[in-house]
């Protein structure tokens, strides 16, 4: 919905609010008709991109999610 501005070096708090109404889908009906939607982030740090996207998932009626990531990095300071 809105770029953001990087997020490597903000902290959770941050990351958080960087991502309010960032993301949205352009069709909820047939993303609603899923079963179960498997997320792919390529580094996770405190989740924070994975939440914002699952909630627009789960606000869509998508009963099941998983999250596959490659790497994880310690949260920032």
């Given amino acids: 919905m809105r770029a953001t501005p990087e997020q490597s070096a903000l ?37 924070a991109t994975a939440a914002a996207i699952a909630r627009v998932f789960q606000a869509a009626g998508v009963p099941r999610l998983s999250l596959w990531t490659v790497a994880f990095t310690p949260p920032p300071d």
């Fill in 11 to 47: 902290n959770a708090a941050l990351r958080r609010d960087n991502l309010h109404g960032a993301f949205a889908l352009t069709d909820a009906r047939a993303v609603a008709r899923c079963r179960h939607v498997a997320l792919v982030d390529d580094v996770l740090t405190t989740g």
